[in-house]
C-alpha cells in the first residue's frame, strides 16, 4: 500500500524559512516522479516543485530562487526548502508520486499526472 506522510508545516512571519518533509513507503521510490503541490482556500491546485526520476527538478515561476526541492533515495523521504516566504505561499501542501507516463526527464508539474497524494501539511506565512 503506497503511503506518503508529509510533516514540517506551520506558522511563520514573512522572510521566514520552513522545510516540510515527506516519508513515501509501498511504492518503487527510486522510479518515480515526485513533487510538492499546494492549494490555498478556493483555488486551483498548482505545481510548487517536483523532481524526475532521474534527479531533475522543475518548479512554479512563482517559487523559483525562494524553494528547493530534493530526495533522499536511501530514506525514501522528498523535502521542500522554502526560504524568503510571502503571504501568498500560505496553502495547504501535498507531496505526490506517481510513475506513469508523465514521468520523464523533466517532472510534470500538474497536478493531474500524479495519482498518489498525501494528506497535506498547512504552511501559514503571516505578513
Known amino acids: 500500500q503506497v503511503q506518503l506522510v508529509e510533516s514540517g508545516g506551520g506558522s511563520v512571519q514573512a522572510g521566514g524559512s520552513l522545510r516540510l518533509s515527506c516519508a513515501v513507503s509501498?511504492?518503487?521510490?527510486?522510479?518515480?516522479?515526485m513533487g510538492w503541490f499546494r492549494q490555498a482556500p478556493g483555488k486551483e491546485r498548482e505545481g510548487v516543485a517536483t523532481i524526475g526520476r532521474y534527479g531533475t527538478p522543475d518548479y512554479g515561476d512563482s517559487v523559483k530562487g525562494r524553494f528547493t526541492i530534493s530526495k533522499d533515495n536511501a530514506e525514501n523521504t522528498l523535502y521542500l526548502q522554502m526560504n524568503s516566504l510571502k503571504p501568498e505561499d500560505t496553502a495547504m501542501y501535498y507531496c505526490?508520486?506517481?510513475?506513469?507516463?508523465?514521468?520523464?526527464?523533466?517532472?510534470?508539474?500538474?497536478?493531474?499526472?500524479?495519482?498518489?497524494w498525501g494528506q497535506g501539511t498547512q504552511v501559514t506565512v503571516s505578513s
Open positions: 509501498g511504492y518503487s521510490y527510486g522510479r518515480t516522479c
Open positions: 505526490a508520486a506517481d510513475s506513469g507516463p508523465y514521468c520523464t526527464m523533466v517532472p510534470s508539474l500538474s497536478f493531474r499526472h500524479y495519482n498518489y
